[in-house]
C-alpha cells in the first residue's frame, strides 16, 4: 500500500515537471522612440516619408506578396545610416520591426512589439543576428535565414521586413 | 478497494470516451491549421452564423467626419464598409484638417485621405503625445487633450506644443447609421466564420459559450482521474 501511494505520487510530481507550460510571447518590447534613441545614440534626425505609388508600390507589393497597407512609410535617416520601423502579420496580428540599415546592409533588427500568440521566439538575440550585415541580392537577402519550429509565419515575415528595409534605403539613397 | 478503483475506471473511461476521440481529432486537425488552410477557409452556414451572433455586430466606437463614417469593431478600423487599417488601441475621436481625416488613438493618430485610405499611423517616434483621451479642432488646428495636458499643432502634426484652452470643438462618438449597420451586417456574414475558429471552440468547449468551457473542464478533470486509477491499477499489478 506504501509502494502504491509513493508510486503514484512520483508519478504525479513526473507528470506536472513534463507538462509544457505555454508562456505568452506578446508584448511592446521597446518603443518606436527608445529604438530610435538607441539606433542613432540620442540624436534622432527628422523623419521623412516616402510615398508608395507607382513602381515602388508594385515593387513593394512583390517583396510582401501583398499590397503595402498604407500611402506612406517614414523613416528615419542620417550620413550614417536609415532606420525603419515596419509592420507585417505574422500568422494573424501585426509584428512590429525594427531596422537599422547602413551600407547597404542590415545592422540592427529587433522586433519592438510582438501581437501573436506563437512565435515570439524570432525577438531573441540568438536568431535576430542571422540578419546582421545582410544585404539584398535581386530582392532576395544574400543568405539563408534559419527557420524557428513553430514560428515559421513569423520568420517569414522578419525575412519580408528585412528585404523591405534594405530595398527602401536604397531607393531612398 | 481494488475491485472500486477498476469500476471507477471503466465507468469513466466510457464517459469520457467520446469525448477524448473529439478532443483528439480537433487537436490533430489544429496542429495542421496551417497545412489545411484551415484558417482561410470559412463557413457561411446560417445557423453557425447565429449561433456566434454574426447578426448582433456591434461597432466598438463610431465617429462621422464629413461623409464618411469611422468605426472600429475589435482591432479592425473601417471606413464606411471597407476594412482599412487594424488599431490595437481604442479610436478615441476624429477630426478633419486641410485634406486628411486624422483618427486619435491613446498612442497614436492614424491619418486617411478624404476618400478613405489609410495614408499612416503616427505615434510617439514622430512626436506625437501620447496618453490621448480626445482629439478636437480649435480654430482649425488640432488638439489633443492628454493625461498630462492639451497640446495643439499645426496640419503637419509634427510639432506640437502644450498649452490650454477654452472652446475646444472636441470629437464625440455617435451612433452608427442603420444602413450602415445593414451593410456591415452583410459584411461580416460574407467573411464567415473560420474553420480553424470553429475547431478550436469544439475543442475547448467554448462553441457551447461559457458552459461548454466548464464542461470542458469537467472532461478534462475526468481524464485527469482516469489516467490516475489506470496508473493506481498498472501499479498494483506490478506489486
Redesign the interface.
Known amino acids: 500500500m506504501k509502494f502504491n501511494f509513493y508510486t503514484l505520487r512520483v508519478l504525479v510530481i513526473l507528470g506536472l515537471m513534463v507538462s509544457s507550460i505555454t508562456v505568452s510571447a506578446r508584448g511592446v518590447y521597446q518603443t518606436d522612440q527608445d529604438f530610435l534613441i538607441e539606433s542613432f545614440n540620442g540624436s534622432v534626425p527628422n523623419s521623412k516619408v516616402v510615398w508608395i505609388k507607382g513602381d515602388l508600390k508594385s515593387t513593394i507589393a512583390e517583396i510582401l506578396g501583398h499590397h503595402y497597407v498604407g500611402l506612406r512609410i517614414r523613416y528615419w535617416q542620417n550620413e550614417q545610416a536609415s532606420a525603419w520601423i515596419l509592420e507585417e502579420i505574422g500568422k494573424e496580428k501585426p509584428i512590429t520591426f525594427g531596422i537599422v540599415v547602413a551600407d547597404g546592409k542590415i545592422a540592427t533588427m529587433k522586433v519592438l512589439a510582438f501581437r501573436e500568440s506563437r512565435g515570439g521566439e524570432i525577438r531573441h538575440p540568438a536568431f535576430t543576428e542571422q540578419f546582421k550585415q545582410a544585404t539584398l541580392d535581386e530582392l532576395q537577402l544574400d543568405r539563408h535565414i534559419d527557420g524557428v519550429s513553430g514560428a515559421t509565419l513569423s520568420v517569414r515575415a522578419m525575412t519580408v521586413v528585412a528585404r523591405l528595409a534594405l530595398y527602401l534605403d536604397k531607393f531612398t539613397g | 478497494m481494488n475491485r472500486r478503483m477498476r469500476s471507477l475506471h471503466r465507468s469513466m473511461g466510457a464517459l469520457v470516451a467520446i469525448f477524448v476521440l473529439i478532443l483528439a481529432s480537433t487537436g490533430i486537425l489544429l496542429n495542421h491549421t ?1 497545412d489545411l488552410d484551415l ?1 482561410k477557409r470559412f463557413l457561411t452556414w446560417n445557423w453557425l452564423l447565429t449561433h456566434y451572433r454574426v447578426n448582433d455586430v456591434a461597432a466598438d466606437a463610431v465617429y462621422l467626419l464629413d461623409r464618411h463614417t469611422i468605426s472600429q469593431f475589435g ?1 479592425q478600423v473601417f471606413v464606411d464598409t471597407t476594412p ?3 488599431s ?1 488601441e481604442p479610436i478615441l475621436g476624429g477630426i478633419i484638417i486641410d485634406d486628411l481625416m486624422v483618427i486619435a488613438t491613446e498612442n497614436a493618430l492614424l491619418l486617411f ?1 478624404p476618400d478613405g ?10 512626436g506625437i503625445p501620447s496618453g490621448i483621451q480626445n482629439i478636437g479642432l480649435f480654430h482649425g488646428e488640432p488638439i489633443v487633450q492628454t493625461r498630462d495636458g492639451m497640446w495643439r499643432s499645426d496640419f503637419m502634426l ?1 510639432q506640437w506644443e502644450q498649452l490650454s484652452l477654452d472652446g475646444v470643438g472636441w470629437s464625440e462618438p455617435q451612433a452608427m447609421p442603420e444602413s450602415l449597420q445593414n451593410a456591415l451586417v452583410s459584411y461580416f456574414r460574407a467573411e464567415g466564420v473560420s474553420v480553424e475558429r470553429v475547431i478550436l471552440d469544439v475543442h475547448n468547449g467554448r462553441i457551447l459559450g461559457k458552459y461548454g468551457l466548464w464542461f470542458a473542464d469537467l472532461v478534462g478533470a475526468f481524464l485527469v482521474l482516469i489516467s ?1 486509477t489506470g ?2 491499477l498498472w ?2 499489478r506490478r ?1
Do not use: H, N, P
Open positions: 496551417s484558417d482591432s482599412v487599417t487594424q490595437y485621405t485610405e489609410f495614408i499612416e499611423r503616427m505615434g510617439d517616434s514622430v509634427d490516475l496508473l493506481w501499479a498494483r506489486l
